[in-house]
């Protein structure tokens, strides 16, 4: 008769299947309450106390980590002198564990959690296990998913033991199972003692999504989610309509959510191709705001991505309709929108709320070869009050709402980043050149006859006065800037020398 070893937290479907494995002559040893469920349903169960001979105690803690179990999981059936210990002890084997552990996520996720329930929810035994069986997987097949209880069934019915193929899938899947509860625990503990770069990141994901292809069709790719977001993320965005996300949608998605949320007192829309804006707009409603991000680049716009801040309604949806988009995102839609928009076949619908003030991202990973590179997320809070005017011209109070308005924008797009508008539009984007006054030249061209009166933001300082004198030419009237050049006094005589105003916030905002 074979034994099958069963304690579980989460106890969905577990009488139908130790039901099953009863039918195919197994014996059932548990604990606890799965033991108790099972017994009141009225199926034979033997309590782990009975194979250890030995009591749970420290109410629950210590009960399965004993060598009548760990023995019987760990002994190779192929090792002679392992048989003979069994056999001299006394040690039944074990040739099947079904256990999920103690809920730690769902434990850490509730508001206002104490400590002291977080640390009880900490599973031992169950990983010890696990990890037992999963390394004798040549003989004991292991299930920590209850995903793989039919097929796990089958196989028993159909060759009276699972193939080894199975019970090896089944052992690297409960590996990686242990690893991201361990990852868990470790990650909240670290966050418990301030711990901001440990000397260990461990880190765990949970697949969402696998995708058709990544940046490009001959490339595979899969979106994974973080197991706990506390914050505003497409992992927790509700598709309403249209084909399933790609790569290339998720990181356009992701920038443009990015710098929607730098606007919550105003209805901002938000345009991005290739993870750069190439339209953002402010206005009293949500579809004035579209209609100015659209005018500010209506070419690059088509097939763009889009973020809103406030409800799509059918007014909004309307000019959309007659636009060739790749994704929305909204936190709602009016039910006249939804029903428009869902007309046009391949357009993304995405539901998400834009905001979580609570809670932000504070940390930013970016792979690179053989590593990973962590840093504290650009979110510095800035007061445009505190900035110093360093020319002889001061801006009007339009001008610096103009330009804050163009600095929370520039923070955004990949240096050499230029961003030429007014306060409540981008007219001209320039970025990723390798030098600024080529990023000045792009947004130029972009803006046209708008730069006449327009400001202009730069993410980082003028190293030499060429980029101002290339703004004077087209009409700009302000500049924000870090400033911290060497060179600074040059770009401020050449403001001067034109009657430009320019600001300094003494924060650079690089995106590389």
Sequence with gaps: MKRALISVSDKTGILELVEQLIALDFEIISTGGTK????????????????????????????????????????????????????????????????????????????????????ENIDIGGPSMLRSAAKNHASVTVIADA??????????????????????RLAAKVFRHTAAYDALIAGFLTEVVGEEYPEKLT???????????????HQSASFYAEPIVKHASLVSAEQLHG?????????DA????????????????????????????LG??????????????????????????????????????????????????????????????????????????????????????????????????????????????????EQLAALAFQ??????IKSNAIVIGDDSQTVGVGAGQMNRVGSAKIAFEQAGDRTVGAVMASDAFFPMPDTIEEAAKVGIVAIVQPGGSMRDQESIDEANKHGISMVFTKIRHFKH
């Design 36 to 119: 108790t469920l099972i017994a009141e349903a009225g199926l034979p169960v033997i309590g782990i106390e009975e194979v250890t001979e030995f009591p749970e105690m420290l109410d629950g803690r210590v009960k399965t980590l004993h060598p009548a179990i760990h023995g019987g999981l760990l002994a190779r059936r192929d090792d002679a002198s392992h048989m003979a210990a069994i056999a001299e002890h006394n040690i039944a084997l074990i040739d099947l564990v079904i256990v999920n552990l103690y809920p730690f996520q769902e434990t850490i996720t509730q508001p206002d959690v104490a400590l002291s329930d977080a640390i």
């Design 254 to 281: 992701d920038a443009a959510l990015h710098i929607v949320q730098e606007f919550e007192t105003e209805c901002a829309v938000v345009a991005v191709k290739h993870m750069n804006p190439c339209g953002v707009g």
């Design 407 to 412: 600095w929370k924008v520039v923070k955004h």
């Design 243 to 251: 084909k399933e996300l790609s790569y290339n949608n998720i990181r």
């Design 203 to 217: 880190l765990t994901y949970n697949r969402k999504q696998a995708l058709r292809y990544g940046e490009n069709p």
């Design 147 to 168: 995903a793989d209880y039919e097929h796990v069934l089958a196989e028993y019915r159909e060759l009276g033991d699972t193939t080894f193929a199975t019970r090896q």
């Design 284 to 397: 009293e409603t949500i579809e004035q705001a579209f209609l100015k991000a659209y005018e500010a680049d209506p070419t690059s716009i088509f097939g763009g991505v889009l973020a809103f801040n406030r409800e799509i309604d059918l007014a909004t949806a309307q000019p959309l309709s007659d636009m060739f988009l790749e994704l929305l995102i909204a936190p709602s839609y009016s039910a006249e929108a939804l029903a428009l928009l869902s007309k046009k076949k391949n357009i993304r619908l995405l539901k998400m709320p834009i905001y979580n003030t609570s809670v932000a991202s504070d940390y930013v990973k970016t792979s690179v070869a053989g590593g990973l590179l962590v840093q504290q997320a650009d979110e510095i809070d800035e007061d445009p009050t505190t900035w110093e005017v360093v020319t002889t011209v001061q801006p009007t109070t």
